[in-house]
């Protein structure tokens, strides 16, 4: 399947679900993170999720990042250029959904993505491999293609691997680690 169908078919998949299992698979997944180790690095970069596009709600993971004292890194995004900056997420943090749907901060300290050793990636799809899709406008291909080799990258699905490997092209960036509601996939 190419990345178009899947998306379709994930974004109906997703549609599928009642915003009761959505909150259920989301907190499902914010326990399976728990069982990784990865809670022992000091930055952590997260999405803020999408209501109109019934997104995985990090809200669950967010409060696991606070009650563990975790730097927490969020995104404004240009997407004019495809890239993001990426702010410090604090207390007193102001937050306004743009105009794609996604909560951004207003203003804060900016910190250089390089400093994050954690990012959690959203998407639509992902293979046993470890590839993903996402929709389709590259912002994490990019910013991972500037990363360093040590940065944990974890996507967060509803929903189990494509059992069809996923064609990719030179620029898609393949994750270490998938999390669903009920496993957690390594792949590195
Ligand atoms: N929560 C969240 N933040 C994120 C991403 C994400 O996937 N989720 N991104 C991940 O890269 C970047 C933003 N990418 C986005 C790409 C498309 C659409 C969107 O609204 N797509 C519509 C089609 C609208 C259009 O093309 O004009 C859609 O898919 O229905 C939103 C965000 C950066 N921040
Ligand atoms: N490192 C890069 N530099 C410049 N452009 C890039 C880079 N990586 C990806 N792109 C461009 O961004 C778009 C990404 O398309 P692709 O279908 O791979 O997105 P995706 O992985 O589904 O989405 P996303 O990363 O937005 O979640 C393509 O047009 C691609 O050419």
Redesign the pocket.
């Given at each position: 399947m190419n990345k178009a169908s899947l998306r379709k078919k994930y974004k109906a998949l997703r549609a599928s679900l009642s915003a009761e299992e959505r909150d259920n698979r989301s907190l499902a997944i914010a326990n399976q993170l728990l069982g990784l180790d990865i809670w022992e690095y000091d930055y952590y970069h997260i999405?803020?999720?999408?209501e109109r596009?019934l997104?995985v709600d990090t809200t669950y993971i967010l409060n696991i990042l606070s009650g563990k004292d975790k730097n927490v890194l969020i995104?404004k995004?240009d997407f004019e250029k495809g890239t993001?900056q990426h702010f410090l997420l604090l207390d007193n943090t102001k937050l306004q959904v743009n105009e794609?749907?996604?909560p951004e901060p207003v203003d804060g300290i900016e910190i250089a993505f390089a400093k994050a050793q954690v990012v959690f990636l959203?998407l639509l799809a992902y293979d046993s491999k470890g590839n993903r899709v996402?929709?389709g406008?590259g912002?994490?291909d990019k910013l991972l293609a500037e990363s360093n080799k040590e940065l944990l990258t974890i996507g967060l699905s509803y929903f189990e691997p494509e059992e069809k490997e996923i064609t990719t092209n030179s620029l898609d960036v393949s994750m270490k680690y998938c999390v669903s509601p009920s496993n957690s996939f390594k792949f590195c």
């Open positions: 999405f803020l999720p999408i596009l997104e995104s995004s993001m794609y749907g996604i959203p996402g929709y406008k912002f994490y």
